[in-house]
């Protein structure tokens, strides 16, 4: 995204070390699952969200007992933290050096990653000001997704276009997925993180960014200049496979979502669909109200979704019975490991209804819920509020996913392409380790066993350059210091050996 490429609303894309250490994530290329969110009110004197985000929670429209004592039993911490900024202010040697706002979101994000858990966060207020337009389905920028990404020939970790967006301004500049971008308006991405990225392209409508492209195939860098617009993020894509069969493919859950599948299913029946594929492979998830909006089409009548809070106890969110859109064909959701919560939702209530069949990869498994609640200096705390359940009570989260009711595997065809693409990777990392090249050869034997998950050779050469290259390391270490510890003591015995006269024979008179 400019929009961000991530699977997570957390999205934490920290700029990793460029080496092959790195690959086994990078590979994963940035899945960060989207985590489920409300909107939601700390206090009366603040204006309320009107976005819900989910699979969400409640908002916390009233203070309850057990939470206001619990905040109060917590004083005693929060003071020796304002202690511990005080003293800080007031004994370190280069005051000059404190910014107040930095030290701030540090104290912030080291509370938050003490909880232990990667969903609860901090939005800055310009931060809050992109995620919620982002909840909206629109945004101001270039129409792109971007993520920080590995180069698989180079291992070099590159900010990397991922997907355009038809008609908008990088499809009308030319770009295309698999560029990178090696600077934004002159500035070098390489150290950047993806949210520092993301909000360089992004900007009012109007004005101009401009991008330092490098391309597969083209020996030199290219500047291009585009101008900013109004980016409508498509939530969908759908066609008919035959004269009866119906796709579509959900990228979003957003306020959007529920309306435009709508409209596509029209569409489609009245093409002649009179079976569907709900496609819900990679997406990530999004919105609560959304989630429930998708499946009320489907479903007329019942839970679609419960939610457990520690709050609010046990919520259980209906379907809505005007939205339905009475499909009586058979229909057909599919799913893999990076369909997440708001994704889970749906396929979990249209299992549960035996509205349709999930067909593919076990789910991801994204089943804790956010609420994100307004600050008084501005910005949010996204925090970790509850878990969900789909309706026949079967707990996502627990059981680390949804289980489809039945697995799909690849077909021969694709299984040969797939075990042929492997051997050409293997083949090559058996080069590069003959040649002592470990980082190249950790790519490649990655690639392999990515391609090709039976692949034994590959998984065992993989561990050997893994292990090849942690010794060398820990060997060019222990030598490097030995060596400078081993001339320091020279130099010491060489400054104090005494300086032997040398023996003369004695004079006679």
């Known amino acids: 995204m400019e929009q961000q490429q991530n699977f997570s609303a957390t999205s934490i894309k920290n700029k990793k070390p460029k080496s092959a250490f790195s690959l086994a994530i990078a590979l994963l290329v940035v899945l960060s699952f989207a985590a489920g969110y409300q909107l939601g009110n700390r206090s009366g004197n603040l204006l309320p969200f009107q976005v819900f985000v989910g699979p969400g929670l409640v908002p916390f429209a009233q203070e309850r007992t057990q939470a206001t ?54 939005l800055k207020p310009e931060d809050l000001e992109q995620f919620t337009a982002r909840s909206h389905g629109e945004y101001e920028g270039i129409g792109a997704e971007l993520t920080i990404a590995v180069d698989p020939l180079t291992g070099e970790e590159r900010l990397t276009i991922m997907g355009i967006f038809p008609e908008q301004p990088a499809d009308k500049a030319g770009l295309r997925p698999l560029d990178r971008i090696l600077k934004i308006d002159g500035k070098p991405t390489e150290k950047m993180s993806l949210d520092q990225a993301v909000s360089m392209i992004r900007g009012p409508r109007g004005t101009t960014v401009t991008l330092t492209i490098q391309r597969d195939g083209i020996p030199e860098p290219f500047d291009v200049t585009l101008t900013r617009q109004r980016i409508q993020i498509p939530v969908l894509q759908k066609r008919m496979l035959d004269d009866k069969v119906g796709y579509i493919r959900l990228l979003e859950f957003n306020e959007k979502t ?52 520690r709050t609010e106890g046990e919520q259980v969110f209906e379907a809505i019975p005007s939205l339905y859109k009475g499909w009586k064909g058979p229909m057909v959701v599919l799913v893999d490991n990076r369909s997440a919560s708001a994704s889970e939702i749906v396929a979990g209530a249209l299992k549960d209804h035996k509205v349709a069949e999930v067909l593919g990869e076990k789910t991801f498994g994204k089943a804790s819920v956010q609420t994100v609640v307004n600050l008084r200096g501005g910005g949010a705390l996204i925090v970790t509020t509850g878990s969900y359940l789909t309706p026949s009570g079967y707990d996502i989260h627990a059981n680390k996913g949804l289980e489809p009711n039945r697995k799909l595997e690849p077909t021969p065809e694709e299984q040969q392409h797939n075990a042929q693409l492997s051997s050409t990777w293997l083949e090559r990392g058996k080069q590069h380790l003959q040649a002592d090249e470990l980082e190249d050869a950790l790519i490649c034997f990655g690639r392999a066993r990515q391609l090709d998950r039976n692949n034994k050779e590959a998984v065992r050469l993989y561990n050997e350059a ?40 004695p004079i006679k008179q």
Do not use: C, H, W
């Not at 709508?262 to 990679?282: C, H, M, N, T």
């Not at 820990?474 to 032997?500: A, G, I």
């Open 69 to 122: 004592q619990a905040t109060q039993a917590s004083m005693r911490p929060v003071e020796r933290l304002a202690e511990v900024y005080l003293r800080l202010r007031q004994y370190f040697y280069a005051p000059d050096k404190l910014d107040e706002n930095q030290l701030t979101y540090g104290a912030i994000s080291g509370l938050l990653r003490a909880t232990g858990d990667q969903y609860t966060r901090y």
């Open 258 to 309: 529920a309306s435009e599948l709508s409209k596509a299913l029209d569409e489609l029946k009245g093409k002649g669909a009179q079976a569907l594929i709900l496609d819900l492979r990679g997406n990530p998830g999004g919105l609560l109200d959304a989630a429930v909006e998708v499946a009320s089409l489907f479903v007329q009548k019942g839970p679609i979704v419960t939610v457990k809070s």
């Open 466 to 505: 893994v292990a090849k290259l942690v010794e060398r390391e820990r060997n060019r270490t222990r030598d490097e210091q030995l060596e400078q510890v081993r001339k320091m003591l020279l130099q010491k015995l060489n400054f104090q050996s005494p300086v032997k006269a040398e023996a003369k024979a």
